[in-house]
């Protein structure tokens, strides 16, 4: 199968748009299995989980975060990941530094998902930590939170089943200054036609699991 790598996160202009609150599903529709190879302390990264988890709850899908090994030696330890993820599992490796200019074609590519070209349900996003350090610009606290955005936009493509970025909200790309202020103030979301459209992929994923 071929493979298209949805490059994301550069500097541009978006209006933000915020997706409607649904109800809270008792289980979750969906695992996500992180890979922390960038080293992400765990305070960020359960801020950055936090945040994530928020942006996708907005949409009407409720996200269980799995942490997975980053070496061998590790594996026994983490026995939840011992099985391949099926289709509502969904695996996140937050990468370190910056997307390497030689797989992506630009410098200031923050992530990527996988989509299958010939259609099917992608099932891996990379994300680069040195992407949420220049959207905090030093401050620490807003590491995770930018992180957390990051990682939901990535996600949101492999729910959405799609490379193509939207007009306005959290898959818009590029981003620029306001779009930042938005995503520490928790205000860049999904919009509505992205929250249905998750959910109806959600669903066609649990006719296939």
Same mark, same amino acid.
């Given at each position: +199968?071929?493979?298209?790598?949805?490059?994301?996160?550069?500097?541009?202009?978006?209006?933000?748009?915020?997706?409607?609150?649904?109800?809270?599903?008792? &289980?979750?529709?969906?695992?996500?299995?992180?890979?922390?190879?960038?080293?992400?302390?765990?305070?960020?990264?359960?801020?950055? *989980?936090?945040?994530?988890?928020?942006?996708?709850?907005?949409?009407?899908?409720?996200?269980?975060?799995?942490?997975?090994?980053? +070496?061998?030696?590790?594996?026994? *330890?983490?026995?939840?990941?011992?099985?391949?993820?099926?289709?509502?599992?969904?695996?996140?490796?937050?990468?370190?530094?910056?997307?390497? *200019?030689?797989?992506?074609?630009?410098?200031?590519?923050?992530?990527?998902?996988?989509?299958?070209?010939?259609?099917?349900?992608?099932?891996?996003?990379?994300?680069?930590?040195?992407?949420?350090?220049?959207?905090?610009?030093?401050?620490?606290?807003?590491?995770?939170? +930018?992180?957390?955005?990051?990682?939901?936009?990535?996600?949101? &493509?492999?729910?959405?089943?799609?490379? *193509?970025?939207?007009?306005?909200?959290? +898959?818009?790309?590029?981003?620029?200054?306001?779009?930042?202020?938005?995503?520490?103030?928790?205000?860049?979301?999904?919009?509505?036609?992205?929250?249905?459209?998750?959910?109806?992929?959600?669903?066609?994923?649990?006719? &296939?699991?």
């Amino acid at each position: +199968m071929n493979w298209v790598f949805r490059n994301c996160w550069t500097v541009g202009f978006l209006l933000a748009t915020n997706a409607p609150s649904a109800e809270q599903p008792v &289980h979750p529709d969906i695992t996500v299995w992180i890979y922390n190879y960038a080293g992400i302390d765990g305070e960020a990264l359960a801020r950055a *989980k936090e945040a994530a988890g928020r942006i996708l709850s907005r949409a009407g899908t409720e996200a269980e975060w799995v942490d997975c090994p980053v +070496m061998a030696s590790e594996v026994d *330890k983490y026995p939840d990941c011992v099985r391949l993820p099926q289709f509502l599992g969904l695996v996140l490796r937050l990468r370190p530094g910056s997307a390497p *200019k030689s797989l992506v074609g630009r410098s200031t590519v923050f992530g990527y998902a996988l989509i299958p070209e010939g259609g099917g349900f992608g099932t891996y996003a990379d994300v680069y930590a040195g992407g949420a350090d220049l959207l905090a610009n030093g401050g620490e606290s807003l590491r995770g939170v +930018m992180l957390g955005h990051l990682m939901a936009h990535e996600l949101g &493509h492999l729910l959405l089943g799609t490379s *193509k970025h939207s007009a306005a909200g959290i +898959m818009r790309s590029p981003w620029s200054g306001l779009e930042t202020e938005r995503a520490a103030q928790g205000r860049l979301l999904f919009n509505r036609a992205e929250a249905e459209s998750m959910r109806t992929n959600l669903a066609a994923r649990l006719r &296939h699991q």
